[in-house]
């Protein structure tokens, strides 16, 4: 599956599927232990996401913020392909950077294909997508949906 955002893939529960990576293509066991990467799908959304959460101390958040403010070629925060935004753990007071990219479904069927049948098959150029971008919209119910599933499946394990 073609993406900027790296993936596996992991089982969520029923409503919500979760899975994350850094913004390059690396695999999983590349990943660091405060790192995550999940597949997403909100309750009322028929879209997938990619999702990226890493943790992230006081001063790196404070320089991220100061980067993307000064320098605008830097500024990834308001592009429309990929959605950042920061989350702090309200049980242990952990700050997380998330970050999310839209899944075409063209590239799951390709990627199902793939992986699970064994088909490599050539798609049209009608069927090849441009990146998905996300609206408002996509942004605010995203990030309100899975800041509601990161503080169950982020909390800390006793």
């Not at 590239?107 to 798609?123: D, F, K, M, R, T």
């Amino acid at each position: 599956m073609s993406t900027s955002l790296t993936h596996n893939t992991q089982n969520g529960n029923d409503n919500n599927d979760i899975a994350v990576q850094d913004v390059t293509a690396t695999s999983e066991s590349t990943l660091l232990p405060q790192e995550k990467l999940f597949y997403y799908r909100p309750n009322n959304d028929f879209q997938i996401y990619l999702v990226y959460c890493k943790e992230i101390t006081l001063n790196e958040l404070t320089v991220e913020l100061l980067n993307n403010y000064f320098y605008s070629s830097y500024n990834y925060l308001y592009s429309n392909k990929i959605f950042v935004f920061y989350f702090k753990h309200p049980y242990d007071l952990k700050i997380y950077h998330v970050a999310c990219e839209m899944i075409s479904h063209s590239a799951i069927v390709q990627h199902l294909n793939l992986n699970v049948c064994g088909l490599e098959l050539s798609q049209s150029d009608q069927q090849q997508q441009q990146p998905l971008e996300f609206t408002s919209d996509h942004k605010y119910n995203l990030e309100f949906h899975l800041r509601r599933s990161l503080v169950n499946d982020l909390a800390p394990k006793e």
